[in-house]
């Protein structure tokens, strides 16, 4: 009798157990710094007698030498280590094929990621894309004609077709290729670009 008394403890022991899990796990997640990124990038513009955010912004991406460079203009305002995907050679095609994707891009999407620190979306697929993808077959008028409207409005294309998208800059870190075909950075050093890249700025990514 009195295991049957106790047998209505035995799920709040359960749901306590995972709450206590899920705080735990909450506090190990590195929150974004941005207070201090904007710091960081703040100094770094004064150093280089640039206003912040600095103008003309660029990025270049150098896939084969695993190299970011933030650009105000012609002139580098700091490097960054990047990492690639699991499939890194090669421009990227379609949905699953693991490559990250070449070309000229703009920022088109930003916003906290539970997965991967911060995320800076880029405008994949492209004009380009969008062409070959419908001489491939891969695409119907449909598609095309909206990611060449969304690119023309400087907006975030679609997504959801079978080139694939959702591709961008974003952190959890730089110690092997690892992503499914986006950008991968430190925390520290994605949270810089967060706070100094704004919607529209170009984004360059070369073999």
Not at 53 to 65: E, F, G, H, T
Request: proline share 7%; with cysteine; aromatic share 8%.
């Amino acid at each position: 009798m009195k295991f049957r008394h106790t047998l209505w403890l035995l799920p709040l022991a359960l749901i306590f157990a995972a709450v206590l899990c899920l705080s735990k796990l909450l506090r190990h997640t590195p929150q974004p710094d941005l207070v201090g990124a904007e710091r960081r990038a703040r100094h770094l513009c004064q150093k280089m007698g640039l206003s912040f955010p600095p103008p003309n912004r660029k990025v270049i991406v150098l896939k084969s030498q695993r190299k970011l460079l933030l650009l105000s203009g012609k002139r580098v305002l700091k490097e960054y280590k990047v990492a690639l995907s699991y499939n890194p050679v090669g421009d990227k095609e379609r949905e699953g094929d693991g490559k990250v994707p070449e070309g000229e891009f703009f920022v088109c999407d930003k916003h906290p990621s539970r997965n991967f620190h911060l995320f800076i979306g880029i405008s994949y697929p492209s004009i380009e894309d969008a062409e070959r993808g419908l001489k491939q077959g891969l695409i119907n008028r449909r598609q095309y004609g909206e990611i060449v409207g969304a690119i023309r409005d400087k907006k975030r294309p679609p997504w959801n077709t079978p080139l694939g998208g959702e591709i961008g800059l974003h952190g959890g870190g730089t110690h092997s290729d690892w992503t499914i075909g986006c950008i991968a950075l430190e925390n520290s050093d994605i949270e810089e670009l967060y706070v100094v890249l704004r919607h529209g700025d170009p984004v360059l990514i070369k073999p």
